[in-house]
Structures are given as C-alpha cells and as structure tokens.
C-alpha cells in the first residue's frame, strides 16, 4: 500500500499553538516494508502481554485507545525530541497553522528535562506582550505541574477559548524566584513578513515560514523599492532572528529570491538513493544588493536554511550569534482517521555539505544584543539543539554544541544587532567586517 507522506521541516514544536509545520510536497514509499525478525515479534508478544495486564489490573480501567496512543508516542519520543504521535486533533491544527491562523498563546516550545522550554516567542502575540522570553522554562499550567505531561498534553493545556486568561509559571535564567506570567488567549493570526524603511535601508523580518512567506518576500521587496527608491536603497537587513522554521518549500523559496543558481538545500536519510538536492532558478528580486542576515539562538531549521544558503553561496553576510541547530527532516505520516506520527527521516545540509544538526549556522560577523540591567546576570540563552535529551546526533557536532544567546530588544535603538548591519550597509563601519569570499566554498 502506498502512503501520501508530507515532508516536514521545522524549528520544534508550535507549543501552545499546537504543532510546527508541514510542506505541500507529497512523497510516496513505494517500496514494501522489510519483515521484522523472530526476536522482534517476540518483543511484540511482550508488549501485549504487558498491555493486556494493565488493563486488568491497573488501579482504575483504563482507556484502551488511551494505551495504545501513549505506547506509541512513547516509542517515538524515545527516538529523539521531535519524533511524535499526532492524534486526529492535532494533525488537524497542525494543518490549519501551516496556513497562518490558528488560535493560542503565540509561543514556539519543545521539551526539555520534562518542563516546556519556549523557543520563542512570536511577534505581537499575547505571549509577546506579557513578556514571555526566548529560554524560560515553563513549570506550571494555572498551578498544575508540567512535569510529567508530554507535550502535547501541556499544548492542549494552554488552549482554550479566546479572552480567557491562563497563568504560567517559568523559570527564568538568572531570576532568584519562578516567575507567573497571566496571558489572556486569543486567535493568532501570523503575518509572516514584516517589512519598513530605515531610511535608506530595507528592513525585513520574517517571524516563521508559512504558506504566506514567500510572497510576502516579493511583496517587501516591491514596496520597500518605491517607498525608499532603487536608486537610493543600499541593501537589506533579513531578520530571521527568534524564528523558529516552518515549511521546507518556503525556506527554499525565500532563498531562491536571492540567488540566480546552485543548490540552496539537501535532504540526506538512511537510504543514499533518497538524497534530494534544491536548486536554485535564475531571478534575484534584490538585483545583487547587499543583504545582511540577523540569526540568534532562536533561529531554527527553515531559517536555518536560508541563513546557510545564503551563506555558503556568500549572498549574504550573516551577523548575530550561533543558531538553534535543527537540521533534522520530519516526515509527517498521515493514518487516516487515526491523526498521524511525524518521524524523522533525515538530515539536511547547506550547499557547502554541512549538516548544522546539533551544531548550528555559525555567524560570519559575531554581535552579542547589550542586556538591559533588570536581564544582566540573567543571560537570555538557549542550548539549542545539543541541549535536548536524546537528540539527533550531528554529522559536525562539536563541544561549542548549538544555540545561544537569544534576547531582542523592542527597542529598536537599543538593538545592538540591527544597528551594526544599518551601519554596516551605509558604509559607516568599515568594510573589513564582511568576510572575504571563500573558493573554497563557492556555489554549486
């Protein structure tokens, strides 16, 4: 039989908003599965011998449906952190999320030592507003422990009809006590791209890679022409800072804008035969100006892409800190009326053949944000990737690991980053900043 298959690839999970992401492009197993051997359908005998058990003797009847979706998310959890069971709900959301509108707090979260650790939080949602940070730990749900809930139990916690409030509790790096945060929920509505002038500079940011990505790119770019004149715009400062991925096709998409050929991505699984290769079409929206990339701790996968691609083909300088290293491809897998599983199925690699698994995209330029005083000794910073129990393995992970420092100032004057590239495409710092094209890394 031959499974429809959405391949997937995203920063981690959409926490109170559900899942990440899943791209339009279908593949198909054609092949028929390999039989297990004797020992493994021994172990399978166990497994009901255990379950037939529980149901008999547990302390109160429990729910067969119940076991059998806990068993299986349990196995695929095990394999690492953004391996899961979807049920028929949350396969769902994640559908409706791809599409840019989905109702919840606005955070981006994935599972760290059984608390929710939040990746990010994304621009102007109720997360946002009440303050919410990059790298604070979530312990509590409205006074209840989240150790001990799997993820998308606490996802399902922090849903619930708009205009309600819900109180998390965080622990917050460098804070002597956990923090309550109230945040009233409302409908997320994600405009995916934003974009204004700083005088003579194009300024675009991208919050996460949805179905509205791309064409909000080519509509930035045409707007920030007029309003600020081609004869006058010194180049483009793309923001992915904090985002945390979305869909593959758009990744490579919004990468494509940029560059009139080579590769942009690569797929590579258990099977060499399935490695898949990206390219680039003629056509720079820019028309070559220059373009500045601000990463941070919180820019996974997606954004991971197109900061290495553009990297790689030295399109682009990228500036800020070490990225969140997810460089791993989930394939969501879809069981009729049963939800799905999302599995990992591969890892991916700049044109350059680097995997960023557990490693991350390494600035060109390193600029770290200047810290308020109430955050100083309080460093806003992730792990990342490396920081995950049971992660993927990289091809290229080393001890530095991935992830880092995560803060971004509102204040834009305050924003140590952005100013640096302003200043860096007007001309006022000195153009020894960009790093010298290597050959050794040219485009493909």
Do not use: C
């Not at 009847?61 to 709900?89: F, V, W």
């Not at 985002?243 to 998409?253: F, R, S, T, V």
């Not at 699984?269 to 028309?287: C, F, I, K, M, V």
Request: net charge negative; glycine share 10%; charged share 25%.
């Amino acid at each position: 039989m031959m499974r429809n298959l959405m391949l997937m690839l995203a920063g981690v999970a959409l926490g109170a908003l559900a899942v990440i992401s899943t791209s339009e492009q279908q593949v198909q197993i054609t092949q028929p599965a390999m039989a297990a051997p004797a020992d493994t359908y021994k172990q399978l005998n166990l497994f009901g011998d255990v379950f037939e058990r529980v149901r008999a003797d547990y302390v109160e009847e429990p729910t067969d449906s119940k076991l059998i979706e806990a068993a299986i998310n349990g196995m695929l959890t095990d394999l690492d952190p953004h391996s899961s069971y979807l049920p028929p709900e949350n396969f769902k959301d994640m559908q409706v999320q791809t599409r840019g509108e989905f109702g919840g707090l606005g955070i981006e979260v994935t599972m760290e030592d059984g608390l929710v650790k939040v990746v990010a939080p994304i621009d102007d949602t109720p997360a946002y507003k009440a303050g919410v940070q990059a790298g604070d730990l979530i312990t509590h749900l409205d006074g209840e422990q989240v150790m001990g809930l799997t993820l998308n139990d606490a996802v399902k916690k922090m849903r619930g009809p708009v205009d309600t409030d819900i109180e998390i509790t965080v622990r917050r790096k460098g804070a002597n006590e956990p923090l309550k945060i109230t945040i009233t929920r409302d409908i997320i509505k994600i405009r995916s791209v934003r974009w204004n002038s700083e005088e003579d500079v194009g300024y675009i940011r991208i919050t996460q890679f949805n179905e509205q990505t791309q064409v909000g790119i080519e509509k930035a770019i045409s707007e920030l022409e007029k309003e600020i004149g081609k004869d006058k715009l010194k180049g483009f400062v793309l923001d992915l800072r904090n985002n945390p991925g979305g869909l593959l096709d758009q990744a490579i998409a919004v990468s494509d804008d940029f560059l009139n050929r080579g590769e942009i991505v690569s797929t590579r699984g258990r099977d060499p035969e399935e490695t898949q290769r990206y390219n680039a079409r003629n056509g720079d929206l820019s028309d070559g100006l220059p373009i500045i990339v601000l990463v941070n701790g919180g820019s996974a996968s997606a954004s991971e892409i197109v900061a290495g691609a553009l990297q790689d083909h030295r399109r682009a300088t990228i500036l800020g800190t070490r990225t969140f290293g997810k460089g791993s491809v989930q394939t969501i897998i879809p069981l009729g009326a049963n939800g799905a599983i999302r599995l990992t199925t591969a890892r991916y690699y700049t044109p350059s053949g680097t995997s960023i698994q557990a490693k991350g995209i390494k600035p060109d330029i390193r600029v770290l944000q200047e810290l308020p005083e109430e955050l100083k000794g309080a460093l806003v910073e992730t792990k990342g990737e490396a920081g995950l129990r049971g992660h993927l393995e990289g091809d290229q992970e080393d001890e530095d690991g991935s992830g880092s420092q995560a803060y971004v100032p509102r204040d834009k004057t305050k924003d140590t980053q952005l100013n640096m590239a302003l200043d860096l495409l007007r001309g006022t710092k000195t153009d020894e900043a960009f790093p010298p094209v290597d050959e050794n890394r040219a485009s493909k």
